[in-house]
């Protein structure tokens, strides 16, 4: 797995490559988290390029959005690909997340 | 029919060449590429308990993956020797808000979306977790 950031005004795109499973789910939390200590109140991940998504994957989603949320901000998916969307569906939280079809949309909502 | 198995130490960074395996097995079953991967899905999650709830701090354990395939069918059958874990229990259905997600039983109910049947049984010291899925 690999993740690219990129950081606004307002809001961070974090660009994750690869497989986010049971094996690279703590790194994935770790750069969330370190994110979010640079007081990113917004986050958007790119999943474009997301090959796998496993429950661990989602749980880290999940306690990423409830933690922004708390604090006034938002977690939101830009260009999921197919296969990260079918986990989302699959584990039923596709109702959590705001979905752009494209990241700039995405950056354009905050 | 197609018949596969693999033998793998029971590790996290193991269970991709699980996933792979499945990915064949369901490609010789003629799933689309969708289907393929959901079942992936459901052997990631089944072999991901066996790692930190069946086996824990254990480091020594194997994973036996016996998968079987035939037009429009998929057999996943997981054998460990980890303490007995029982997945084929149906997961909790309570519903939830948005404002209160659930963080945790997601990867138990992702193997009883995506696996038409759900099997276990422990004999011998074994787990042997079976499942299936069918297509058309």
């Known amino acids: ?110 | 029919m197609f018949s596969l198995s693999l033998t793998v130490p029971a590790q996290l960074e193991m269970i991709e060449s699980i996933c792979d395996a499945v990915d064949s097995a369901a490609a010789a079953a003629g799933f689309d590429e969708r289907a393929r991967y959901s079942c992936q899905l459901a052997a990631s999650e089944a072999c991901e308990n066996i790692v930190k709830h069946g086996y824990g701090e254990r480091t020594s354990g194997e994973i036996e993956a016996r998968l079987s395939a035939s037009p429009n069918d998929l057999t996943i059958e997981l054998i460990d020797s980890a303490r007995p874990f029982n997945p084929a229990n149906p997961p909790s259905t309570q519903p939830w808000s948005v404002d209160d997600p659930p963080v945790g039983g997601l990867g138990l109910l992702i193997i009883h979306r995506v696996m038409d049947e759900v099997e276990y049984e422990r004999s011998q010291g074994q787990n042997r977790l079976l499942m299936r899925k069918h297509t058309g």
């Open chain 1, 1 to 110: 797995m690999e993740i690219q950031i990129q950081e606004y005004k307002r809001v961070a795109v974090l660009a994750i490559t690869g497989r986010i499973d049971s094996a690279t789910s703590a790194e994935f939390e770790a750069a969330l988290q370190d994110i979010m200590g640079k007081a990113k109140r917004n986050l958007i991940l790119d999943m474009a390029q997301v090959e796998f998504l496993s429950s661990s994957g989602l749980r880290v989603l999940v306690t990423t959005l409830k933690s922004l949320r708390k604090g006034g901000g938002e977690l939101c998916i830009a260009q999921p690909s197919q296969r990260a969307r079918d986990a989302i569906e699959i584990a039923g939280l596709d109702v959590l997340f705001k979905f752009y079809d494209d990241r700039e949309a995405a950056i354009a909502s905050f």
